[in-house]
């Protein structure tokens, strides 16, 4: 149901649809003129996957003692299911799938690990990673992460990415991806402003956040986006790597070189 419709739009007619047929074995007794009629009501269009689903759910019955198979490769012997679909239900429902490849997931590896533009590489390189028999919560983590941090315009300090300590693009700055081929609008590398703190603080005996904000970057303002918190977070990693000390609380930090 929700291949082409977004999901919140299809959780009505998701509930109504298990409300009249709960299960494999309900809907493959169904009448298919009844299932298509179903789908139309409901404005889910292309009605070939009402019979496909009607169609697969038979096959379940009558070829799987209606057990649901759960290995990709009998999966995609359902009507309708092709290697996508079928990895994706072995993973998500049996835990039983391969690493799962779409364009989040290739954004995220070209960005970490530095994988090459091609699909055997990223496909190679899925497989090696995904730890033995964990194809869900592997998955779910890497489709997750390009979902919410590793967006097109990423959001690794924001979204607090676990993987800034050793990723690629973090460290180089570099955030093009295949399906973000000019650098995104991004406030910059965490590195080149923590770079820049260092740089002026080494022209300064110390500062107070409001006077080093300015020099790190035009629109630092003292409330905004840019701003004491962000700049707090600077200081606190450069503090954590011994190279810068800060004193006061709030507006009156000041931070200096660690000498
Ligand atoms: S640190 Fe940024 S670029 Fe790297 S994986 Fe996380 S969100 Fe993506």
């Known amino acids: 149901m929700s291949q082409q419709t977004q999901l919140d739009r299809v959780v009505d007619a998701w509930t109504d649809f298990l409300e009249r047929w709960p299960d494999v074995h309900a809907l493959a007794a169904a009448d298919r003129g009844d299932v298509v009629a179903f789908w139309t009501n409901h404005s889910l269009g292309y009605n070939n996957r009402a019979k496909y689903l009607h169609e697969a759910a038979t096959q379940v019955e009558r070829d799987h003692d209606g057990e649901f198979p759960e290995s990709p490769a009998a999966l995609q012997e359902l009507m309708g299911v092709g290697p ?22 290739k954004r995220v590896l070209y960005r970490a690990f530095d994988v090459p533009d091609d699909d055997d590489a990223f496909e190679t390189a899925a497989s090696e990673l995904m730890p033995d028999g964990e194809s869900r919560v592997w998955n779910n983590a890497i489709m997750e992460l390009g979902g919410v941090a590793c967006e097109k315009t990423p959001k690794c300090d924001e979204a607090g990415c676990p993987w800034r300590t050793w990723c690629h693009a973090y460290e180089t700055g570099d955030f093009t991806a295949p399906d ?5 609008d991004f406030e910059g590398s965490r590195r080149q402003f923590r770079g820049r703190v260092v740089n002026v603080l080494g022209e300064h005996d110390e500062l107070a956040l409001d006077e080093l904000g300015p020099r790190i970057r035009v629109d630092y303002a003292p409330d905004g ?13 450069l503090e954590s790597d011994g190279l810068v000390a800060t004193t006061g609380s709030s507006g009156e930090t000041t931070a200096r070189l660690r000498r």
Do not use: I
């Not at 973000?180 to 995104?184: E, G, I, L, Y």
């Not at 986006?225 to 990693?237: A, I, K, M, N």
């Open 84 to 105: 996508y679909t079928a990895n994706a239900v072995a993973s998500f429902a049996f835990n039983d799938g391969d690493a799962v490849v779409d364009t989040n997931v």
């Open 180 to 184: 973000v081929p000019t650098q995104p």
């Open 225 to 237: 986006e840019y701003g004491r918190e962000w700049l707090r977070s600077l200081l606190e990693d």
